[in-house]
């Protein structure tokens, strides 16, 4: 029965029963995180043989273990090629962190501008889409930066397309559109070949308009026999004459180890020249003995999608344990709705409105962290106050299923009252 | 006998001998380079232990595997305050790269100010004090970032303080000095007491002045028995009242491998908070598995120390032999000076006035790279053109040797070709 049709004494029934539920988990002081997407404990430890591929015995090729070759070794950028589906002339590769790279990007382009144009900062003000519910960290470097920042809404192919068409087309102080192309953080789903035709070929008014393409979770699929495909936005842009139109992003953050992994840059020929023009003066060379482990342990790409499935069979179970959770405790009450992501990290959990923040203060409150309300869009502001991130990965089965009780008391609590406070 | 005493038909003579043994050299194909500051092969197998220190079975501290820490782990901090002679809680470990490190401090000063001050973008023209002969690397950056560079001569305890003093306290637009405090590149000096004083008090116009203090070869002594001591300019500062007026950056890069060591900035409490308000949105973390390899292999300074005298044993004799090669060669001919210097990674090299970019030439035709002249001042013109710097560690002791008497065999040549055209 949905909620909302219930009477007031209906109402007030089923709100006590949870609030003597929700009483009950306070008292256990409880100290649970779903907020974040961080590989478990068990992942962590599927990657360890990462950690014997060098040794004081192993032959590093000639210069992998001194100063030198500002764009990565060669192995390296042959799997990171693979993995994006381009070439490795296009790939540059970082430290241990893409967002480190795309913070330096955005700097660059700031600074300097792009491709010898005029500097970001020398326009009054300039603006991103940000599609939305998005990525946390890429608003906060946006904002950062006091770049103003526009949500575009999304839909199950990706950021509305005519809303951005239009948008990039008239305004020349719109210089990128932040983009996680593939089981996007939050919702989960894949950009379809037309929004990634469209993104490619649209028409934009600055010349020096910019897609951020982070593609972090490209081969992260939570099954074997159901994946999401992209398009490959390189081959898209080729097929529009745009190919200097995107930088495309990943590492192996949630691949190998979190913040320990190696991250890499794919550009097409010109902008990989510009950055390099730059980061030539920025650093010698990133760390290759890293590299040359990862480059020993990843192998080549289809060993590195076998890691990955071993990662999915660990993950797989959180996510299908969080899903049967809401499903259970939430299905035909018209309160929530939420996503079936194949992949990626996160669940994108949609409440009534005006009762996101009011169920991130409940689960808070009894020892649950979720995903601060607002956090997945631009200036933590969702006008609905409707969307919540969930990070299933990092806990412990066991305590996943508390957390999603939990979760799930606090959603009925916060919907009850709001339909309660609407009837009165 | 000094050549510029000798009669025309002499300096022909000699010419005439060195010229022949130039060509011989020529005939050998010879492809040496003293040009960069990069450790041996020796020194590279010696750190190789590194390497072993995490291994599958290694039982990390908890998070040290997974995303946070953006300042780093505990034990590497306490090192590098050890190393630095600060406090841990002054220290932010970056990634492979102190030079990263530089150039982000100089990108985060132009885009958002020091301690929210105007930012340097702001300015119309920023300038900074480049002490010369000095890191051509500081240089470009700072060239880069089309920062007006002003040589300030050094003599053998540091830059010229006069010179220094009456700049900053005039030019408000004056943001900055480069300093290699100590064994300093390329001189192998170490600044004095003094003149360490001298910068911590000096009065500036700008209140956003600030030091970049590299203080590269901290403990990168040669000898066991003489070694320089540096006066700490954490403790300076603390005494004048100008805590906030240095960034100090060390590495290991040349304590274990160059390009994949573990970098670190130490400063002041306000500026590593102004420092961590701007990196939060870079990066999560840095790598902190490599710090914690680092943590320990280099286990305290007393280790590190003993992993410095262990290097010190493969770099010592390839400074003797320079040393002994240009004594052997040039002494007495008033056409060269050099320094002997106690620690770091150069030797300095002036030749008569206007023969340092002939000598380049030279060894270049005969296959031995040497570092560009003119590299070692801003834009790369060493006005005198005297200067050259030279890396006795990259090359084995055999080539260093045939190195030696190329190069002073091409001194030779560009001096006398000089003398000559003087007296004819």
Not at 112 to 128: D, M, R, S
Not at 362 to 385: F, M, N, V
Request: aromatic share 10%; glycine share 6%.
């Amino acid at each position: 029965m949905l909620l909302k049709d219930m009477s007031v004494n209906e109402l007030e029934n089923v709100l006590k029963d949870e609030k003597k539920k929700y009483d009950d988990f306070k008292k256990d002081g409880l100290k649970l995180d779903i907020s974040r997407g961080k590989p478990s404990r068990d992942q962590l430890e599927l990657v360890m043989p990462l950690l014997d591929e060098v040794t004081s015995d192993t032959k590093f090729p000639d210069g992998y273990r001194n100063y030198g070759m500002l764009e990565g070794i060669s192995e390296l950028k042959k799997i990171f090629a693979d993995i994006l589906e381009t070439d490795p002339e296009s790939i540059i590769i970082g430290g241990s962190s893409s967002l480190n790279l795309m913070y330096d990007q955005i700097q660059r382009c700031m600074q300097f501008g792009v491709l010898g144009g005029k500097p970001w900062n020398k326009y009054g003000k300039i603006k991103f889409l940000c599609p939305v519910p998005g990525y946390d960290r890429h608003f906060a470097i946006t904002e950062h930066f006091g770049i103003e920042m526009i949500a575009v809404p999304m839909d199950e192919h990706g950021p509305i397309m005519d809303i951005v068409e239009t948008l990039v087309k008239e305004d020349e102080t719109i210089k990128g559109i932040w983009c996680v192309p593939k089981y996007s953080n939050p919702t989960g789903i894949t950009y379809s070949d037309e929004v990634v035709d469209r993104l490619a070929s649209m028409e934009t008014k600055a010349d020096d308009f910019r897609i951020f393409w982070d593609n972090a979770y490209v081969i992260h699929d939570l099954y074997d026999d159901k994946s999401d495909s992209l398009k490959n936005i390189f081959t898209a842009l080729r097929e529009f004459g745009n190919e200097d139109r995107a930088y495309v992003f990943t590492s192996t953050a949630k691949i190998t180890f979190p913040g320990a992994g190696v991250s890499c840059i794919a550009a097409s020929e010109n902008n990989k020249k510009d950055i390099l023009s730059h980061m030539q003066f920025q650093t010698i060379c990133n760390n290759k003995i890293v590299q040359y482990m990862h480059a020993l342990y990843l192998k080549d790409l289809d060993n590195t999608k076998y890691i990955m499935r071993r990662h999915a069979e660990i993950s797989r179970p959180k996510f299908e344990a969080v899903l049967a959770s809401l499903r259970c405790g939430l299905d035909g009450l018209g309160i929530a709705d939420w996503t079936e992501p194949n992949g990626g990290y996160f669940i994108s959990f949609n409440v009534l409105d005006g009762c996101a923040k009011k169920v991130w203060t409940l689960c808070k409150e009894a020892g649950l962290t979720i995903t601060t309300a607002g956090a997945t869009y631009p200036y933590g502001i969702d006008d609905r106050d409707a969307n919540i991130r969930i990070a299933p990965t990092f806990t412990t089965s066991a305590e996943l299923d508390v957390a999603c009780e939990l979760f799930v008391c606090c959603v009925k609590i916060a919907c009850i009252e709001k339909l309660l406070f609407e009837k009165k």
